[in-house]
């Protein structure tokens, strides 16, 4: 019993391949280049804390009380700061 969803994903199966071949390259790639590749987290890190720290601070001017809505914002703006630091300096920010 297959769902339409299997159906679909089955003609696909050679996307996934090419995606699991590219992924491994790029993997190996990055295991010869560590600096690079700690680059590459750091900035990554930080461009998510930045869209993080935006939704926290949109959650605030949305929030149904003031005390919320501050705590909201401050976290929001911690984020953005702390993403600000990472991208001035990545070589000396901690990588995941």
């Known amino acids: 019993m297959t769902s339409s969803c299997d ?3 089955r003609g696909r199966w050679g996307w996934f391949v090419g995606f699991g071949v590219v992924t491994v390259i790029l993997g ?3 295991l010869t280049a ?3 590749a700690t680059l590459i987290s750091v900035s990554l ?3 998510f804390m930045i869209l993080i720290g935006g939704v926290e ?3 605030g ?3 149904p009380s003031w ?3 501050i705590a909201f914002v401050l976290v929001g703006v911690a984020y953005v700061v702390a993403a600000a630091f990472m991208l001035a300096n990545p070589e000396t ?3 995941a």
């Open 93 to 95: 920010a901690p990588s």
């Open 61 to 63: 001017f949305n929030a």
């Open 28 to 30: 190996i790639a990055l």
């Open 7 to 9: 159906q679909h994903l």
């Open 34 to 36: 560590d600096g690079l």
């Open 45 to 47: 890190i930080a461009a």
């Open 57 to 59: 601070i949109s959650f």
């Open 67 to 69: 005390t919320a809505g």
